[in-house]
């Protein structure tokens, strides 16, 4: 019996040790906006230090090439972290029909920056991302979101979905405080200069979101409070989104790390069992790590 015990007792502390399989899914994105080769290694290095993780990259083809040999194994991973945007023909339907399964079976997903412009017809997808932008998103695909007054509204003006201002510092604000994701970290912090996406619009379904940022109309800005981080369920997976992260000098702040790193254990286990690093930015200056600095 208490040899029993022991072996139980060892095979979860096995199980808790046990690395969590990751996918990062990059390729050659519909423009030359998104450089798809320097933000993968950052994110995979992110993900590698904090030492849960067991990260695999995949690079899908690029436009033209032939993807009858591509055949992502979806179910061998906890989550799938999508740093690629593609238009709605670059997947053939067998590839699309297998990652919906995945994600309707309690796979997870981590939608990363442009990753939300991908695939505008594809209803599916647009379910997991919640709101996307450009790639022809209109009224047809739903509806603008932004939070106002305490709750998240949306606006059903026609319109063009997707714009952002030029890449400058700006204040993230937590609007949920007690998800596994956000429990811990300022209410208010200061994120390092990026695209703050504004206008972005789709069906908005089981959708939470976590934390916001004013678009400042002195920056090509809407004069809204607009999602930065959201998270989402389509049946059993989970979904992280996050719009932050355009290029290296964005992936080195502490505020994108730790909510990246947080939000891929959650979609990948529906936990967060990281500390708030010590680093983390307050209301007033964001913060950078020594390890990612860019090299100007």
Do not use: C
């Not at 799938?80 to 670059?90: F, G, I, T």
């Not at 412009?117 to 647009?126: C, I, Q, S, T, V």
């Not at 932050?244 to 939000?263: E, P």
């Amino acid at each position: 019996m208490r040899l029993s015990i022991l072996l139980l007792a060892l095979a979860a502390v096995a199980s808790a040790a046990s690395p969590i399989p990751i996918l990062l899914l990059d390729g050659e994105q519909g423009g030359p906006y998104h450089a798809w080769q320097e933000t993968t290694p950052f994110l995979k290095k992110m993900l590698d230090q904090t030492g849960l993780f067991a990260v695999d990259v995949l690079t899908a083809p690029p436009k033209g090439a032939n993807f009858s040999t591509f055949d992502p194994q979806f179910s061998k991973y906890k989550a799938v972290v999508l740093n690629y945007d593609a238009p709605d023909d670059r997947w053939p339907d067998r590839i699309k029909t297998a990652f919906e399964k995945y994600v309707a079976a309690g796979g997870g997903v981590v939608i990363f920056h442009a990753a939300d412009n991908a695939f505008p017809n594809w209803k599916a997808y647009n379910l997991m991302i919640g709101i996307g932008g450009w790639r022809g998103r209109t009224e047809k695909d739903g509806p603008y979101w932004f939070y106002r007054v305490g709750k998240v509204e949306a606006d059903p003006s026609p319109g063009r979905a997707g714009s952002h201002g030029a890449r400058l510092p700006f204040k993230v604000t937590n609007r949920v405080t007690n998800h596994p994701i956000t429990k811990g970290l300022p209410t208010e912090w200061m994120h390092a200069g990026d695209e703050l996406y504004a206008q972005m619009r789709g069906p908005g379904a089981n959708m939470t979101v976590l934390s916001t940022a004013y678009s400042d109309p002195a920056n090509k800005g809407t004069g809204r409070d607009e999602p930065v981080l959201m998270t989402l369920t389509y049946e059993k997976g989970k979904i992280f989104h996050t719009i932050l992260g355009h290029d290296r000098a964005a992936l080195n702040s502490v505020g994108f790390i730790a909510t990246f790193q947080r939000g891929t254990e959650w979609a990948a286990t529906g936990k967060v069992t990281q500390k708030v690093p010590k680093d983390f930015p307050g209301a007033t200056q964001f913060t950078t790590r020594p390890d990612f600095v860019v090299a100007k």
